[in-house]
C-alpha cells in the first residue's frame, strides 16, 4: 500500500525559493518512480517532474526546466521538489505521484492529496 502526502507548500514572492517534499508513509517496500503534477482551477493536472526509483533518471517539464530540481531519499521514502526563482505561473495545487512513467496523470497509480503554492508578484 503507498500512502504520500505532500508538505512544504506556502505563499511566497516572485523569484523566492520553495521545497515540496512527499512522503510515503504506506506498508509497501517497494521503491516506485514518483512524479510531481500541479494543476490550477479549470485547468487539466500538468507534468512538472518525474524520477526513476533509483534517482538516475529525471525527466521535467520545458516550463520548469533549469528552475526546479527533483530528487529522493529511498531510505526516508520521500521525494523532494525544489523549485527556485519562482514565478506567479508556478501558483498551482502540486500533487505527488508514484509507481507510473510518463507525462499524463493516467501514467500513475497513487496520488496525494496536494499542497498549495502560491506565488505572488
Known amino acids: 500500500q503507498v500512502q504520500l502526502k505532500e508538505s512544504g507548500g506556502g505563499l511566497v514572492q516572485a523569484g523566492a525559493s520553495l521545497r515540496l517534499s512527499c512522503a510515503d508513509s504506506?506498508?509497501?517496500?517497494?521503491?516506485?518512480?514518483m512524479a510531481w503534477f500541479r494543476q490550477t482551477p479549470g485547468k487539466e493536472r500538468e507534468f512538472v517532474a518525474a524520477?526513476?526509483?533509483?534517482?538516475?533518471?529525471?525527466d521535467y517539464a520545458d516550463s520548469v526546466k533549469g528552475r526546479f530540481t527533483i530528487s529522493r531519499d529511498n531510505g526516508q521514502n520521500t521525494v523532494y521538489l525544489r523549485m527556485n526563482s519562482l514565478k506567479p505561473e508556478d501558483t498551482a495545487v502540486y500533487y505527488c505521484?508514484?509507481?507510473?512513467?510518463?507525462?499524463?496523470?493516467?501514467?500513475?497509480?497513487?496520488w496525494g492529496q496536494g499542497t498549495q503554492v502560491t506565488v505572488s508578484s
Open positions: 505521484a508514484a509507481s507510473g512513467w510518463g507525462r499524463t496523470e493516467h501514467d500513475y497509480g497513487y
Open positions: 524520477i526513476n526509483w533509483s534517482g538516475g533518471n529525471v
Open positions: 504506506g506498508r509497501s517496500r517497494s521503491v516506485y518512480t
